[in-house]
């Protein structure tokens, strides 16, 4: 079965940094990237960054710059999203989707986790 | 950046309704974009992506369309599993990603 699975709910303090993983199967994880969401409640979703999960390249939106590490583990099938320095304001589901690494097209995401609820607060 | 602006923010419908939810884009983003269907605790779903191609295996009563900066995702006649959350997402280069603030699709 092709999914992405991720770690469950964290509560953090200020200051705080917090790991979230997410496990791929059904599919060669090495062969597409794997984009980080994040979704404060009542506020749309904002995208964070991006690990090809083949090379380990990565993309950042500069939102996050300096706070946000996106490693992976290619033989445990998993990528993970640590984000350091927390604040109340980081409180918010955490998702995980897959896309493509296609040099031919934009890359869409085509299949996601069901999302990590991270609560930070003192 | 581009902005994506969604629109309605909630939409009250029937089982059997034409249902059409739009989103306008801040800049022309040709036809990279992809609408995403979310239920409460679910992992969202993909309904299409480069704004009308549709996914394998979603149901044919969904249907995109537009180019540049406007947008349309159309529910032909509405199901019972189609009360959710649809997001567009615009997706215009490898750094670059936004989304609409969400259309909740509510019983009437």
């Known amino acids: 079965q092709v999914q992405l699975v991720q770690s469950g709910a964290e509560v953090k303090r200020p200051g705080a940094s917090v790991k979230v993983s997410c496990e791929a199967s059904g599919y060669t994880f090495a062969n597409y990237a794997i984009h980080w969401m994040r979704q404060a409640p009542g506020q749309r979703p904002e995208w964070m960054g991006w690990i090809n999960a083949g090379d380990g390249n990565v993309k950042h939106s500069l939102n996050f710059q300096g706070r946000l590490a996106l490693t992976r583990d290619t033989s445990a099938s998993t990528a993970y999203m640590e984000l350091s320095r927390l604040m109340s304001e980081d409180t918010a589901v955490y998702y995980c989707a897959r896309s493509t690494l296609s040099t031919l097209t934009y890359w869409h995401l085509d299949l996601w986790g069901r999302g990590t609820l991270v609560t930070v607060s003192s | 950046d581009i902005q994506m602006t969604q629109s309605p923010s909630t939409l009250s419908a029937s089982v059997g309704d034409r249902v059409t939810i739009t989103c306008r884009a801040s800049?022309?983003?040709?036809?990279?974009l992809a609408w995403y269907q979310h239920k409460p605790g679910k992992a969202p779903t993909l309904l299409i992506y480069?704004?009308?191609t549709l996914e394998s295996g979603v149901p044919s009563r969904f249907s995109g369309s537009g180019s540049g900066t406007e947008f349309t995702l159309t529910i032909s006649s509405l199901q019972p599993d189609d009360f959710a959350t649809y997001y567009c997402?615009?997706?215009?280069?490898?750094?670059?990603?936004?989304f609409g603030q969400g259309t909740k699709v509510q019983i009437k």
């Open positions: 997402l615009q997706y215009t280069s490898y750094s670059q990603y936004t």
């Open positions: 480069k704004a009308s």
């Open positions: 800049h022309s983003i040709s036809w990279w």
